[in-house]
């Protein structure tokens, strides 16, 4: 029998903890926000969400949130539960908690396809004025919600995101209008050309989906929307905010002065288990 133990550093700490955690409960806002075609579980040590999107990458995946659970039961896990979807999934790793979860998921054939900082600040951002001929405001209507999936749709598509993932894993809009989640969207010539979100949890904020249209880069629109959601959260009394920097992202958190806490990956399996 396994031998339960403390996680390692860093997520011993406090606000390291706090981090992961925002972001496991981000992941399942990912299968609340996808109504009756959406599906989360927690079990074994475990969380697993399905959204209404087969996409592998992100949208479907397991995340072990107790150490002492093995690495081969959550593998097991994952693959029964998304074999019984016919999808792929991501499995989340901490560098330095989950070494032997990724050892496993390795080993079973999955390939790494995030590999990113988890980065935090604790204090507002200095104070920065809006563009010309752009106007902020925060999302409070179905149709915002709309617009919002769009923008994150399409500009995630740089990152390798197929066209329509993400749109089709937002359709029970109503939920991301909760109250703990707050999103903001910058507007170009009335349309809206940028957005970024913020989920409230565990004391801290988490900021999410930060996406700007391609043909709109270029402009200081990524770190607009990042700071308003970043000051909003402490706004709204969060001790610290944290994120997930892809690499388009990270040299903007890191002039934001946004600092890493530790690594995180995903590692994807494409396509589902064989029986």
Known sequence: ???????????????????????????????????????????????????????PVSLN??????????????????????????????????????????????????????????????????PAPTPEGVVLRWADSIDDIVRFADVVDRSYQSLGAPAGA???????????????????????????????????SHGIGGVYYVGTLEEARGRGLGELVTRAVTDRAFERGATAVGLQASPMGEPIYRRLGFRELYRQAGLV???PAPP
């Open 166 to 200: 993400i749109a089709g894993s937002v359709v029970a809009h109503h939920r991301v209008l909760e109250p703990h989640v707050e999103t903001v969207l910058a507007e170009v010539d009335g349309e809206v050309a940028a957005c970024a979100q913020l989920l409230l």
């Open 61 to 126: 995946g397991v995340v072990r949130v107790d150490p002492a659970t093995p690495a081969d039961r959550v593998m097991s896990l994952a693959d029964e539960w998304f074999a019984r979807l016919g999808r792929g999934h991501t499995v989340n790793v901490v560098e330095g908690v989950d070494d032997d979860l990724r050892a496993a998921a390795e080993a079973a054939g999955l390939v790494v396809m995030r590999d990113s900082p988890q980065m935090v600040r604790d204090r507002p951002c200095e």
């Open 1 to 55: 029998m396994a031998t339960a133990t403390a996680p390692p550093v860093p997520l011993d700490d406090p606000l390291a903890r706090a981090c992961r955690l925002n972001y496991v409960e981000f992941d399942r806002e990912l299968g609340r926000w996808s109504g009756a075609d959406g599906a989360v579980e927690e079990r074994d040590g475990v969380v697993l969400w399905a959204t209404a999107s087969e996409f």
């Open 269 to 271: 399996r494409l396509a």
